[in-house]
Nanobody
Framework: VQLQASGGGLVQPGGSLRLSCATSGFTRDLYDIGWFRQAPGKEREWVSC????????RFTNSVKGRFTGSRDNAKNTVYPQMSSLTAEDTAVYYCAAGRPILTTIRRSSAYDYWGQGTQVTVSS
């Protein structure tokens, strides 16, 4: 099982960025893809999740209305689109595959496989 996160970089406040998480080695329909982020000196926090079965998405409140999610089934890749970025969005972003239920969707322990992080820096 492999997850490869990419797309991070430096972006100005108010800007947009699209991350990618390329996956392989597991049946797409059986695993949801979650995104977490960890800012310096802070705990890792859950950001979003896209369902492997129907592509539905969920987001933490702080990014609702600014982040969206999509997937390319042919490429087994998930794309979180981030817009209206602020300095508070600066963090290392990680994608992870798991089979969480609604009550565990925010927990790192609900995800079995993790990719390496990609750095997102929002700064002028």
């Amino acid at each position: 099982v492999q997850l490869q996160a990419s797309g991070g970089g430096l972006v100005q406040p108010g800007g947009s960025l699209r991350l990618s998480c390329a996956t392989s080695g597991f049946t797409r329909d059986l695993y949801d893809i979650g995104w977490f982020r960890q800012a310096p000196g802070k705990e890792r926090e859950w950001v979003s999740c896209i369902s492997g079965s129907d592509g539905s998405t969920r987001f933490t409140n702080s990014v609702k209305g600014r982040f969206t999610g999509s997937r390319d089934n042919a490429k087994n890749t998930v794309y979180p689109q981030m817009s209206s970025l602020t300095a508070e969005d600066t963090a290392v972003y990680y994608c992870a595959a798991g089979r969480p239920i609604l009550t565990t969707i925010r927990r790192s322990s609900a995800y079995d496989y993790w990719g390496q992080g990609t750095q997102v820096t929002v700064s002028s």
